[in-house]
């Protein structure tokens, strides 16, 4: 790539600049969030664009001229639903909206870098690499994964259905024009911890460079080998992210550990897939589920494969959700969770733990839970405390079994 700027003195030579770029739903909000939390300044010029739609008169006139009144609501603000079933359905009018877009969204990104102190800032841009945007910036990063990724994310994540999914990626130019041009390619086909450990190894390195002392760096053409993180980068990655493991099964390192805010859209995925997607769960009742319960979650290397959620009190441990997939994790990562959970019950001095398998749950998942001493029983068979949190727990259409950790009971 060839910089406009070659030759000539960086705007800020104090700071190091990354412009941040990828395909819809590739995990760039991801990767910016971590930027910030490592203290760099984030600018995300998708929100600067809708400040600009609710805000800037001229801007929303013109849009209107443009594309018609009926995108325009009542108080001059721009309906941006309307705006982009036009737009992206229509390339050449995307292409007409960007160019009366993207002056003032440069003009305000410039504007707060300039009103920054930090010394990193990463500047997230879909369309970072067609702008002039870039030749501001010391390297470019970029976010990849596979189209069926995106479009899971699409309308799991953000609720859109199979078609408009589908426009809305189709919509953009192929994910390779970008990483051809990448510094730092990230892959998010993974789970969280994985995006996580990818972007640790490239801050690592990142740090490792001087504050900016001449011209953007030039990006990589389709071609050009990038120098790979330096070991000992991604060992000290590694052992920041990596959670410590529970048990080593087939060659594969198995880890458990309570879900984060930052887990969910994989857990709704995990969750999709799980009940080949009849349960449609919003990640706002996630994050209130997450709240009200712990959810612990089992994977193998970068994948998670199991999610179980479980509460205790009053001496009875609960375990009221159960996400598999696929089986084959019930070798693997599900008896590492169901284990962590024992563990913790009998710290919390439980008397027992009941389960709440689906009725129609596959044969595999009752014999391993048979194979953790769960038994079935009745709600008229348990004590008193116990049926009280049968009742208060179990789900519609699931089997109550129990497993006793202690046959005396504690007064």
Known sequence: MSSNNR????????????????????GKSSVLRMAAENGALTLDADKIVHEILEHDPTVQAAIAVAFGPQVRKPDGQIDRAALAAIVFSDAAALRDLEMMLH????????????ESRAKVVFIEAIKLLEGPLVNECNAVWVTACSPVRQL?????????????????????????????????????????????????????????????????????????????PAPTAVKKAVEKATP???????????????????????????IHKTSEGRVKTKRAELLMSMAERSYLIGQEGAEITTV????????????????????????VTTPAVMVEIERTAQELICEAILAFPPQDAPEPVRQMFAAMGFEARQKSQLPRVWRTAADE??????????????NVRIS
């Open 244 to 270: 410590a493991p529970v048990l080593e099964a087939d060659g594969s390192r198995v880890t458990v550990r309570r879900a984060r805010p930052s887990d969910v859209p994989a857990v709704l995925l995990l």
């Open 103 to 114: 002056p003032a969204v440069r003009t305000e990104i410039i504007q707060r870098v300039n």
């Open 308 to 331: 179980i959620g479980w509460a205790a009190d009053s001496g009875v441990a609960r375990i009221e959700q159960i996400y598999i997939h696929p089986l084959s994790a019930l070798n």
């Open 152 to 228: 899971e994310r699409l309308m799991i994540c953000r609720g859109m259905d199979d078609q408009t999914a589908a426009m809305r990626v189709n919509a953009q130019p192929p994910a390779a024009e970008k990483v051809a041009r990448a510094n730092v390619v990230i892959n998010t086909d993974g789970d969280m911890a994985d995006t996580r450990l990818q972007f640790e190894a490239a801050w690592a390195q990142l740090l490792r460079q001087p504050a900016a002392t001449g011209a953007p760096a030039a990006v990589p053409t389709a071609g050009q080998p990038k120098a790979p």
């Open 7 to 26: 030759g000539q003195a960086p705007r800020w030579p104090d700071k190091i600049v990354i412009g941040l770029t990828g395909n819809i739903a590739t």
């Open 393 to 406: 727990s179990q789900p519609e259409n699931t089997q109550l079994l129990v497993k006793v950790l202690r």
